[in-house]
């Protein structure tokens, strides 16, 4: 367990923004080591999925560090904000100027050179590294063409590693949002891509887990491509005691805190922490951390995001909204004649199509294993409670 003291006991001892590293960072050795190996394997590829905010890219980016620490080269692209294939591409040449620059300081030109396309070459304003990055007008160019680009920045990045006889690790996150661009033809492409490479490895991660898993059935392009790496929520317990010893240690007496925190906000690792940096701050000034202190720790986060609630609520339709209460106020069953009935769902066609709108908009999670859905964010199902409930002339709790 990783619960070394903050610096300055005044100082929050959780953080929940960015990427988060050293004593803010606990746990994960198990997925730390699987994407290490996959890294310093020439061929190896990973896929690394599960729900958003279960702290991946904060375990990828130490993994990375560990990698290079050993001698390795590694480097993180982060597709998740890409508009266009050549978006993509340039996230690449991006992160492979980096590493390169850091790793190989002679590198980045035999890198261009291997790409046989137009480059500019910018230093980064931060390190002064060259970053390299495709003609801007590249990004209106044909589908076919903005593929080819991709294709040629990731063969060069493996015909450099052939030429210094090494391994490069390329990480993908938000992997999935190549179906953005092009459907299965896009993910196809990328399979096309990454499959006859020999000296470069893979990890692709992603975040949306009903998308991933379709892109991994079987006549799918990923189906049986990579080893899979399921990133699950941190063991409860673990959790629990490390929030409770990171708030002791910095001033705030707690005992079973941790345990409550992880029960009220929980499986999703930055919504707890999210709380317990909450309850910190509510608790400075006491002797100690409560179970009250958690309720009201979780109320105020809620309140903070009360202007984003309050606009998506006023974007759904009136059935997704139904649907929506429903969900929060626990009802497992959306297509019996009572749930219908109560929460004005129509038929029990309409429910399930709103909710498996919802789902896919990620608002909504299907359970696993028993029927029924949660919210993607706890916080949502909170707000949903208490300020919607009375529609139905119930009060909230």
Same mark, same amino acid.
């Given at each position: 367990?990783?619960?070394?003291?903050?610096?300055?006991?005044?100082?929050?001892?959780?953080?929940?923004?960015?990427?988060?590293?050293?004593?803010?960072?606990?746990?994960?050795?198990?997925?730390?080591?699987?994407?290490?190996?996959?890294?310093?394997?020439?061929?190896?590829?990973?896929?690394?999925?599960?729900?958003?905010? *279960?702290?991946?890219? @904060?375990? $990828? %980016?130490?993994?990375?560090? !560990?990698?290079? +620490? &050993?001698? #390795?080269? =590694? /480097?993180?692209?982060? *597709?998740?904000?890409? @508009?266009? $294939? %050549?978006?993509?591409?340039? !996230?690449?040449? +991006? &992160?492979? #100027?980096? =590493? /390169?620059?850091?790793?190989?300081?002679?590198?980045?030109?035999?890198?261009?050179?291997?790409?046989?396309?137009?480059?500019?070459?910018?230093?980064?304003?931060?390190?002064?590294?060259?970053?390299?990055?495709?003609?801007?007008?590249?990004?209106?160019?044909?589908?076919?063409?903005?593929?080819?680009?991709?294709?040629?920045?990731?063969?060069?990045?493996?015909?450099?590693?052939?030429?210094?006889?090494?391994?490069?690790?390329?990480?993908?996150?938000?992997?999935?949002?190549?179906?953005?661009?092009?459907?299965?033809?896009?993910?196809?492409?990328?399979?096309?891509?990454?499959?006859?490479?020999?000296?470069?490895?893979?990890?692709?991660?992603?975040?949306?887990?009903?998308?991933?898993?379709?892109?991994?059935?079987?006549?799918?392009?990923?189906?049986?491509?990579?080893?899979?790496?399921?990133?699950?929520?941190?063991?409860?317990?673990?959790?629990?005691?490390?929030?409770?010893?990171?708030?002791?240690?910095?001033?705030?007496?707690?005992?079973?805190?941790?345990?409550?925190?992880?029960?009220?906000?929980?499986?999703?690792?930055?919504?707890?922490?999210?709380?317990?940096?909450?309850?910190?701050?509510?608790?400075?000034?006491?002797?100690?951390?409560?179970?009250?202190?958690?309720?009201?720790?979780?109320?105020?986060?809620?309140?903070?995001?009360?202007?984003?609630?309050?606009?998506?609520?006023?974007?759904?339709?009136?059935?997704?909204?139904?649907?929506?209460?429903?969900?929060?106020?626990?009802?497992?069953?959306?297509?019996?004649?009572?749930?219908?009935?109560?929460?004005?769902?129509?038929?029990?066609?309409?429910?399930?199509?709103?909710?498996?709108?919802?789902?896919?908009?990620?608002?909504?999670?299907?359970?696993?294993?028993?029927?029924?859905?949660?919210?993607?964010?706890?916080?949502?199902?909170?707000?949903?409670?208490?300020?919607?409930?009375?529609?139905?002339?119930?009060?909230?709790?």
């Amino acid at each position: 367990m990783e619960s070394a003291l903050p610096s300055d006991k005044s100082a929050n001892p959780f953080r929940i923004h960015g990427v988060v590293e050293d004593e803010f960072f606990t746990d994960r050795a198990t997925e730390i080591a699987r994407i290490v190996k996959t890294l310093a394997e020439p061929a190896a590829k990973l896929m690394v999925y599960g729900p958003r905010r *279960m702290g991946k890219t @904060s375990a $990828i %980016v130490r993994a990375i560090a !560990r990698h290079e +620490a &050993a001698g #390795g080269v =590694a /480097l993180l692209a982060d *597709m998740s904000t890409a @508009s266009t $294939i %050549v978006d993509v591409a340039n !996230r690449v040449l +991006a &992160a492979a #100027g980096r =590493a /390169l620059g850091r790793r190989w300081k002679d590198s980045v030109s035999d890198f261009v050179r291997g790409l046989g396309v137009s480059i500019t070459l910018t230093p980064d304003a931060t390190t002064g590294v060259i970053v390299p990055s495709l003609d801007v007008k590249m990004r209106t160019a044909s589908e076919d063409e903005q593929r080819n680009s991709l294709t040629r920045t990731l063969d060069a990045l493996d015909g450099l590693a052939r030429e210094r006889n090494t391994t490069i690790g390329v990480v993908l996150d938000e992997f999935q949002e190549i179906q953005r661009f092009g459907g299965e033809v896009a993910e196809w492409h990328l399979r096309g891509i990454i499959q006859h490479h020999q000296r470069v490895s893979y990890v692709l991660a992603g975040s949306q887990a009903h998308i991933i898993e379709r892109m991994l059935d079987k006549g799918r392009a990923f189906y049986n491509l990579a080893d899979q790496l399921e990133f699950g929520p941190i063991d409860a317990g673990h959790l629990a005691t490390w929030i409770d010893d990171r708030m002791t240690n910095a001033g705030v007496k707690a005992q079973g805190v941790g345990a409550e925190i992880v029960a009220a906000a929980g499986p999703r690792t930055r919504d707890v922490v999210q709380v317990a940096r909450q309850c910190f701050d509510n608790s400075r000034g006491e002797d100690a951390a409560t179970r009250a202190s958690v309720a009201i720790a979780f109320d105020d986060v809620v309140a903070e995001q009360e202007a984003v609630f309050q606009a998506n609520w006023h974007g759904f339709t009136a059935l997704k909204q139904n649907v929506l209460r429903a969900v929060a106020l626990g009802v497992s069953g959306l297509t019996t004649a009572e749930s219908i009935a109560t929460f004005g769902l129509t038929s029990s066609g309409a429910a399930s199509h709103a909710a498996s709108a919802l789902v896919e908009a990620g608002h909504l999670v299907k359970l696993r294993g028993t029927p029924g859905y949660t919210y993607e964010n706890p916080f949502f199902r909170r707000w949903v409670e208490t300020e919607t409930a009375a529609d139905l002339g119930r009060g909230s709790s």
